[in-house]
């Protein structure tokens, strides 16, 4: 599919006489794809089995006048009110023990089957009055699973729920009591109705316990998921089934969800999701109107990942948004910057969130491409402009492969919440810190589950912070010819969150010679100086073994170790260790680096390569050995410009 943009659009938002117009305008602008519906039960059926549709297919039928193609959103994640006195226990319960109300959204228990059967049932309405539409172009299962903290219940629900999953996982409560080392602390259990939810214990559960339930919790998300997939697929089996993710949200296991999704797309908001996170202050003030320059060039990438090749951003932040304790607005050209760098990893559709800002309700601060008189905000113009260069570029085809892959894993990151050990140690964040120290050499890099059964191409895979292997990971790293960067703490643990016999990170001597016999977890702040450059902070291993020392730290601990192509992180570093130990990959694995200003990014599609300046400034770019022109911009980059060039070859894949 040709790239394009698209828009999310509210019809029940607005009068009927103003959507011919609304639907022109976005025509007119250059959209192709908007997305309606996902919260619109009351509207659909504003009384038990009072079904009001006529609206829809009129909204739909104007905007496929205008040429538009429509994505209707399963409107799943908004129940009306009258759902509650049909179902007053679908009402999600938090850890302490307290059940949500109405009057958001979200308002619903994954666990609760009533609640799944009605949101089956809303799907096959739909899907019946609205498959055969001209205009409808694929669906949206809910909106954004799990956002607002809705993925664990506390609830009858979810512990008849468990229990139920347990009993089939385990088969036999001696199996269950031996997993989770019930023999510790009297813990164990005579059967499976015994069984409480993790929650409002005297002090914390069994690892194993609070695992088990993470997973469980989970896989209610994939199950939600799949009978809305099933009932759309049946219905329609050439449209799209989509879902818009989030930003570093891992409370569910999205690579799961993705096995019944047959595009992944997220909701971008750079700004806010700088604001928002873990990330040190300074960053936070040197890109405060620009987002950090890889968080969103991680979750394309990851989410590529996620749909199997096919992904789209649902939701593209306009301007600011209203959900940050503060809301900056972007620097001019940045509504513009975030698409081309989606383009770039290889989207099909960016859609902008929303077509006009609601003067009313929760959003009435959030922006829109336009006013809340209608008349256009800046976002509309940098939209438009997108909308424009695509047109005249045409990149089409994909993201290129790239030649760094990054192992990423959602059990990994329940693992060390449950047990960090070191207040702050977590598996996303050295994902994250490596893919950083790749990008900025301007090498692509994917993003592979565990699940992940060949490494084949790839000059370099690292896999860092892992809870456990999986046996298709062990394979792929045995057959795997490129260099290999494990650690800290992976392999540490079994799948059951025990420390595997061999200890970590649980490697034939034969393929690494090290064991991790001793952790030294520091508190923040708290650094050791690694020989050479850069520190280690929050954790650090003591190993035993045979493997060569490359860094050590000023105390003679090794820092980095290797075995022919292997090489073991034992710590947590800081920006400069990491990206010492990335620099280090890089060159043993002789893998083709650019020379990025700072600030600058790239990603090549195809057979372009796509910069993006991240800086608050000008930035000049220097010519690549494998470029053969500019098709769009040049080497002179304004603060949140854009460049594309023409590579000399064709693009990896
Ligand atoms: C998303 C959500 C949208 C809207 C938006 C505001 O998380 O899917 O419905 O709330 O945030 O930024």
Redesign the pocket.
Known sequence: MNPAIGV?YYPEHWPEDWWQTDARRMAELGIKVVRIG??AWSRLEPQPGDLQLDWMIRAMDVLGQHGLKVIVGTPT?TPPRWMIDKHPDMLAVDAQGRRKGFGS?RHYDFSHLGYREEAARITQILADALGNHAALAGWQTD??YG?HGTTYSYSPAARDGFRLWLQQKYGSIDALNHAWGNVFWSMEYNHFDQIELPNLLVCEAAPAHELDFRRYSSDQVSAFNKVQYDILKAACPDLPVIH?F?SRYAEFDHFDVGQTLDIASW?S?PI?HLATSNEPDDIKRLYLRQGDPDNAAFHHDLYRSVGHGRWWI??Q?PGP???GQANPDPLPGMARLWAWEAFAHGAEVVSY??WRQAPFA??QM?AGLLRPDSEPAPGYHEAGQVARELAETAIGGVANKGRVALVYDYQSEWAWEIQPQAAGFRHGDHVRALYSAFRKHGIDVDVLPTSTASLAGYDIVAIPALLAWTDELRAAIGDFEGHVLIGPRTGSKDQNFAIPARLGPDLPQNQLDARVIRVDSLPAGVEVPVKGGGAARLWREKTEGGAEVIMEDVEGVPVLLSQGKLFYLTASGDRALIQRVADYLIAEADTPTLALPAGVRCRTRNHFRVYVNYSSGPQTLAPAPDEAGYVLGGPEMEAAGVTVAKLATAGRD
Do not use: S
């Open positions: 999310c996902e919260f994640a959204r909106n954004e956002c818009n989030m909701d908001y806010g649902m939701e932040q948004v209203n959900w969130f929303r929760q959003e959030h």
